[in-house]
């Protein structure tokens, strides 16, 4: 009887004994499993602000290499200004470009005071040739009036580049034709093809990802 007791007493203690080693071997797995998860979770959380911070990099160096063309373009945009007979012609181009805009019969300019002489010289010429424009494409009759004003200039250093703001319906509408306006705007339309040609690698990030799935037919 003794040696029953015995028996089952070891029995007791070895599935006790085995109950705490696997307790224990599922613990120290679950303790791997978590530190392995938290690693690969730390990993990709530092590749993926590893990316992003070269990301803005490229982003900012982009942006100041556009920057740099800008003020590029914008410097040769002064040496048109000095050329006074060619940047009569664009002035009064770009008059007229604005009175077919407005298609109005009264029409207000603001204009830098260093230009006002040259536009108040060609107002008159502007009038009649709009009115010759009007007559030969639509044969209507459009006497237009160009207001020019004198006391009132725009921000000689907010547009050294030159040009004209035009209002129409007593200033409800507003045309802005300054050359800083012109040069910001040719870049929005070109900045694709200028990325592309001065960042060749944006091909390759903004290639379309294909399907990899396909449909087997045997």
């Known amino acids: 009887k003794a040696r029953t007791i015995?028996?089952?007493?070891?029995?007791?203690?070895n599935i006790e004994r085995n109950r705490i080693i696997n307790q224990q071997k599922e613990k120290v797995l679950q303790e791997y499993k978590d530190k392995l998860e938290?690693?690969?979770?730390?990993?990709?959380?530092?590749?993926?602000?590893?990316?992003?911070?070269s990301r803005i990099q490229k982003m900012n160096a982009r942006?100041?290499?556009?920057?740099?063309?800008?003020?590029?373009?914008s410097n040769k945009l002064v040496t048109l200004i000095n050329d006074k007979d060619r940047y009569k012609v664009l002035l009064r181009n770009i008059i007229l470009q604005n009175l077919i805009k407005l298609m109005d019969e009264d029409v207000i300019i603001k204009c830098r005071k260093e230009d006002h002489e040259v536009i108040k010289g060609i107002v008159s010429d502007c009038e009649?040739?709009?009115?010759?424009?009007?007559?030969q494409n639509t044969n209507l009759q459009l006497k237009t009036r160009v207001h020019l004003l004198d006391d009132q200039y725009l921000d000689s250093q907010k547009y050294k580049?030159?040009?004209?703001?035009?209002?129409?319906?007593?200033?409800?509408?507003v045309c802005e034709n300054t050359l800083e306006t012109r040069l910001e705007l040719c870049v929005?339309?070109?900045l694709p093809d200028i990325r592309v040609t001065m960042f060749p690698d944006l091909r390759i990030e903004q290639k379309p990802r294909t399907h990899e799935t396909r449909n087997h037919h045997h």
């Open 63 to 73: 942006f100041d290499v556009l920057e740099k063309v800008k003020k590029e373009v």
């Open 161 to 173: 580049n030159g040009g004209i703001i035009m209002y129409s319906l007593r200033g409800r509408i």
């Open 38 to 53: 938290n690693y690969s979770i730390k990993r990709r959380i530092e590749r993926s602000s590893s990316i992003n911070q």
């Open 128 to 135: 009649n040739q709009f009115e010759q424009l009007v007559k």
């Open 188 to 190: 929005q339309e070109s």
């Open 6 to 13: 015995q028996e089952n007493a070891e029995q007791q203690f």
